[in-house]
């Protein structure tokens, strides 16, 4: 929501996903966890993670997947959502403006 929100403003986005929260950034087909958080989300009335890549993507935020989180989640990069792309902390740094961590 927050990289959405900046990007709506106007403001240049990358979203560095880490650690469990390379899960965000898998496309269809979400198993187990991931698939129960997005229909819990949906239930509530807001916006899935499905929804929030699509409107990242319009916006023109660059989405990264740390490829350490994906080799230690064991997950397959072929899974993550299409733009997402692969790639290490020093893409982050080099990327780096601002950074917002949670």
């Known amino acids: 929501m927050l990289a959405t929100t900046a990007a709506s403003l106007g403001r240049a986005v990358a979203v560095f996903a880490t650690d469990a929260g390379v899960a965000a950034l898998l496309g269809e087909g979400a198993a187990g966890q991931e698939a129960a958080e997005e229909a819990r989300r949906c239930s509530l009335g807001v916006a899935t993670c499905a929804e929030l890549r699509a409107a990242a993507a319009e916006l023109g935020v660059r989405m990264i997947a740390c490829e ?3 080799r230690l989640a064991g997950i397959a990069a072929e899974r993550l959502a299409p733009g997402v792309e692969v790639a290490g902390m ?13």
């Open 90 to 102: 020093a893409t982050l740094l080099a990327q780096a403006g601002e950074i917002v961590s949670f």
């Open 68 to 70: 350490t989180a994906l």
